[in-house]
């Protein structure tokens, strides 16, 4: 079991076709110190005082939040949130207000521990 601390963020380029979440561990920088978020992790997440507002198992919901992309044939698209295009949300988390906490310009991103097996 890996444990791993620093902060969450976004992540996309083009080819990634939406927001990824990711985890950007401390004292490494760029590809190296960034882990996308998959199901199974155990991430706790703390606000900008120290309270954890997330603590939890990492389960994406593929579905919540899911709209036709314009132009596109019936039934083509994606889960969006805070008006980007995404990939998952967690269950039980509304798409946006999940989003918020990774997508916070100007505001400095949110400290964290993940816990990976």
Request: proline letters at 6%; charged letters at 20%.
């Amino acid at each position: 079991m890996a444990r791993y601390v620093g902060t969450v963020n976004f992540w996309f380029e083009t080819g990634t076709e939406g927001m990824i979440w990711i985890f950007a561990e401390h004292g490494k920088e760029g590809y190296n110190g960034m882990l996308y978020l998959q199901k199974g992790d155990h991430l706790t997440i703390y606000d900008d005082h120290e309270k954890i507002i997330f603590d939890g198992i990492i389960d994406p919901d593929e579905k919540i939040g899911w709209k036709q992309h314009p132009f596109a044939a019936k039934g083509i698209g994606q889960p969006c949130a805070l008006g980007y295009w995404i990939h998952w949300t967690q269950k039980g988390w509304q798409p946006d207000d999940w989003a918020a906490l990774f997508i916070r310009d100007p505001l400095p991103p949110l400290k964290a521990i993940l816990i990976r097996n």
